[in-house]
Nanobody, 115 residues
Framework: QVKLVESGGGLVQPGGSLTLSCAAS????????MGWYRQAPGKERELVAT???????NYADFAKGRFTFSRDNVKNTLNLQMGSLKPEDTAVYYC?????????WGQGTQVTVSS
């Protein structure tokens, strides 16, 4: 069974930075794709960034220039470095991995941007 565990969330002031990590129970090289999604209160879950097997990255418009998505194939972790954070970035951030036609989700980590 695939397990994904996010960490690194917390409270940060506007303009600050935060790095999220996703630890996978499987060799992440075997996944067809991985990514980060987020869900703010009262909002639908939305894509933050993804990377496919060809290592092609895709960022949401709000993330471009502020967020950096990376993976460590040795440690089997996925990272999301976030900078210039805004209050509207407040959300639960989820790690997701796709294996064949099935998607696996982590439990999420809370990010709160507030002064």
């Amino acid at each position: 069974q695939v397990k994904l565990v996010e960490s690194g969330g917390g409270l940060v002031q506007p303009g600050g930075s935060l790095t999220l990590s996703c630890a996978a129970s499987e060799n992440i090289v075997n996944f067809n794709a991985m990514g980060w999604y987020r869900q703010a209160p009262g909002k639908e879950r939305e894509l933050v960034a993804t990377i496919n097997v060809g290592e092609t990255t895709n960022y949401a418009d709000f993330a471009k220039g502020r967020f950096t998505f990376s993976r460590d194939n040795v440690k089997n972790t996925l990272n999301l470095q976030m900078g210039s954070l805004k209050p509207e970035d407040t959300a639960v951030y989820y790690c997701v991995a796709r294996l064949l036609s099935r998607a696996y989700w982590g439990q999420g980590t809370q990010v709160t941007v507030s002064s």
